[in-house]
């Protein structure tokens, strides 16, 4: 029994496939756990300072006066806009609602299925049988 399901050719082949995985994965294992032993034999260690140079200031900020902004500037902003102001690219004035930002929403009414089915009666005659829903 053993040997005719070896004679197989089916088997054989899937016999020979399994073979060359169980060469090729311990061979492709090897090379790469080399490759790693070769890597860790270098003789000169790296002596690298990754510690930042940057130095902390907590003194007090220094005080500053900003001086408000000249109405006047604001007045030649809108003359610009109105001497340069493009037609293909006018943009709609944005539309406020008032209300809250996150509104609750309204919950749907579920729509019932049909209660009842029609049966195979005359047009003359329509009646509805009503069966239960479960």
């Not at 054989?12 to 311990?26: G, K, N, T």
């Not at 000249?70 to 539309?95: F, S």
């Amino acid at each position: 029994m053993l040997k005719d399901w070896i004679e197989d050719e089916d088997t054989q082949e899937h016999l020979r496939s399994l073979a060359r995985w169980l060469i090729i994965v311990p061979l492709i294992l090897l090379l790469l756990f080399g490759c790693g032993s070769l890597a860790l034999l270098e003789t000169r260690p790296a002596f690298a300072d990754t510690r930042s140079q940057l130095k902390a200031d907590y003194s007090q900020w220094p005080f500053m006066v900003i001086r408000p902004i000249n109405p006047e500037i604001i007045e030649e902003i809108q003359r610009d806009k109105e001497r340069y102001e493009d037609p293909a690219h006018n943009e709609p004035e944005p539309v406020v609602v008032p209300g809250p930002f996150w509104s609750t929403p309204t919950p749907t009414p579920e729509v019932a299925p049909p209660t009842s089915t029609p049966t195979d009666t005359p047009i003359e005659t329509p009646t509805l049988v009503n069966t239960p829903t479960e």
